[in-house]
């Protein structure tokens, strides 16, 4: 499926994923540097770039989007974000160097996950975050079709597997879930 910016910023959306307020949950502040895989048009991204005068990376490979987040960072003045183009599991992003790590609407999509999650402890710092936001396992109009949702449990499932350890866990609303893992030490 091809997403525009007017399917991912919708006001019922933004509602409901409040991003400010949401890294702010997750612990993400100042000086720290993020990475969020499958930025779409950057809901999540530009406010991180607002928070932190670190390194913001937005990886997509939606042609249309990155355009889109490009001509947004530059009316913002935004020097610190880092626009990339990714199409696999391998981030263009350095080894231990993130503090946060998300994905929102993205992980029930990608085919080879265990690899992605592997990746994305690789850029991690030893006391990073890996910040998972789905969709609720049931069937609504917004969102995949059911089969391809992942319960709370799926997730952990994968992501513990991986060497991670569940954090924080809030039910974001009628469509959302969001999970907070970090590395296990
Ligand atoms: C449902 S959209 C969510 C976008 C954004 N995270 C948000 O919540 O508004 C999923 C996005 O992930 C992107 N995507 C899917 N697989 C990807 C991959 N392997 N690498 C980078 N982006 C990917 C898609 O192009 C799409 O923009």
Known sequence: MKFT???LETE????ELIPTETLKYVGFEDGMIFCDIGAGSGIFSFPAAEISSNTVYALELNDDLIGFMDKKKSELGLDHMQ???VNSENLPVNDDSCDVVMMTAVLHGIKRKVDLIKEIKRVLRSQGKLVIVEFHK???V?????????SPLEVKDIIEKCDFELEKERVLGENNYLLSFKVKS
């Open 138 to 140: 049931k069937d609504q």
């Open 12 to 15: 019922a959306r933004m509602a």
């Open 5 to 7: 910016v007017d399917m």
């Open 83 to 85: 626009i990339k183009k």
């Open 142 to 150: 917004a969102g995949p079709p059911l089969e391809y949702r992942m």
